[in-house]
């Protein structure tokens, strides 16, 4: 006869539900709350930054006339452009790189050398070659893209594991083929690393870029704002530079969440 084993129940573990993006919020709103209490108390004065209802104000009125409207539009023409050529330049640089022990000769070392280089050494240079319009804007952000997007795909395409690359050659992949199936989706997790980074070094740049010699978008509002000591509107323009930065690298987020839905055990957060 068979002795009766009695196993243990199961613990079961309480359940815990994600908490919401509301607690994010707190310390934000504290921070703003105390922002307002020193406003008003006069411990910061209106010269040095101007009270949080005063900069709603601004911004309203800002929209109504639209003075900024026409300056995000400006600002976010310029950042398009100049991401759309530095992430060509950046990937398609990676691409040559990554794939060929010459192009990694010929390509990473001039790559290594431009990434130590600041923004506002690159300027006077830029001026020189393009003049004072939208060129050298367009062309600093483009900078600022390249360079790390190229090092995240570089780096993604030389992690690609070797065994892929032994199938393709068993399965007769042509050159463009094995890219296609194999580099490309196996470095696209660090590309999207450096998409990231790439659209916040992209706002820096053209942070930089429309504080010389513009006569609009952002940049020139800030500027213009400082000559008359208005603090409220260089908040303004400070504060929706942020929220262009969140919303960009809230929509690489949503990309990362689809575009790596296939790898096993990745996280979306």
């Given at each position: 006869?068979?002795?009766?084993?009695?196993r243990?129940?199961?613990?079961?573990?309480?359940?815990?539900?994600?908490?919401?993006?509301?607690?994010?919020?707190?310390?934000?709103?504290?921070?703003?709350?105390?922002?307002?209490?020193?406003?008003?108390?006069?411990?910061?004065?209106?010269?040095?930054?101007?009270?949080?209802?005063t900069?709603?104000?601004?911004?309203?009125?800002?929209?109504?006339?639209?003075?900024?409207?026409?300056?995000v539009?400006?600002?976010?023409?310029?950042?398009?452009?100049?991401?759309v050529?530095?992430a060509?330049?950046?990937?398609?640089?990676?691409?040559?790189?990554?794939?060929?022990?010459?192009?990694?000769?010929?390509?990473?070392?001039p790559?290594?050398?431009?990434?130590?280089?600041?923004?506002?050494?690159?300027?006077?240079?830029?001026?020189?070659?393009?003049?004072?319009?939208?060129?050298?804007?367009?062309?600093?952000?483009?900078?600022?893209?390249?360079?790390?997007?190229?090092?995240?795909?570089?780096?993604?395409?030389r992690?690609?594991?070797?065994?892929?690359?032994?199938?393709?050659?068993?399965?007769?992949?042509?050159g463009?083929?094995?890219?296609?199936?194999?580099?490309?989706?196996?470095?696209?997790?660090?590309t999207?690393?450096?998409?990231?980074?790439?659209?916040?070094?992209a706002?820096?740049?053209?942070?930089?870029?429309?504080?010389?010699?513009?006569?609009?978008?952002?940049?020139?509002?800030?500027?213009?704002?400082?000559?008359?000591?208005?603090?409220?509107?260089?908040?303004?323009?400070?504060?929706?530079?942020?929220?262009?930065?969140?919303?960009t690298?809230?929509?690489?987020?949503?990309?990362?969440?689809?575009?790596?839905?296939?790898r096993?055990?990745?996280?979306?957060?």
């Amino acid at each position: 006869m068979s002795a009766l084993i009695i196993r243990p129940a199961a613990r079961s573990t309480p359940y815990r539900s994600r908490p919401g993006p509301w607690p994010r919020l707190v310390s934000p709103l504290v921070l703003i709350v105390a922002w307002q209490l020193a406003s008003a108390t006069g411990v910061l004065p209106e010269r040095l930054l101007a009270a949080p209802t005063t900069v709603l104000e601004t911004t309203l009125e800002l929209l109504r006339d639209g003075t900024l409207t026409d300056a995000v539009t400006v600002s976010l023409r310029r950042a398009v452009i100049g991401f759309v050529v530095g992430a060509a330049l950046g990937i398609g640089a990676a691409v040559v790189a990554g794939l060929s022990r010459i192009g990694e000769y010929a390509v990473d070392p001039p790559m290594q050398m431009l990434r130590t280089l600041p923004f506002y050494g690159l300027i006077p240079l830029l001026i020189l070659w393009f003049g004072i319009g939208e060129p050298p804007k367009i062309a600093l952000v483009a900078f600022g893209v390249a360079v790390p997007l190229y090092l995240n795909t570089f780096a993604g395409i030389r992690g690609v594991d070797g065994k892929l690359a032994e199938l393709a050659r068993v399965q007769r992949l042509g050159g463009p083929a094995l890219i296609r199936h194999i580099v490309l989706p196996g470095a696209l997790p660090q590309t999207l690393v450096g998409l990231r980074q790439a659209l916040g070094v992209a706002w820096l740049a053209l942070i930089v870029a429309e504080q010389v010699n513009a006569d609009a978008g952002l940049g020139y509002l800030i500027n213009n704002a400082r000559e008359f000591l208005r603090t409220d509107v260089i908040v303004v323009g400070l504060l929706v530079y942020s929220v262009l930065g969140l919303l960009t690298d809230a929509a690489v987020r949503l990309i990362e969440r689809r575009a790596l839905a296939w790898r096993h055990g990745f996280l979306t957060a």
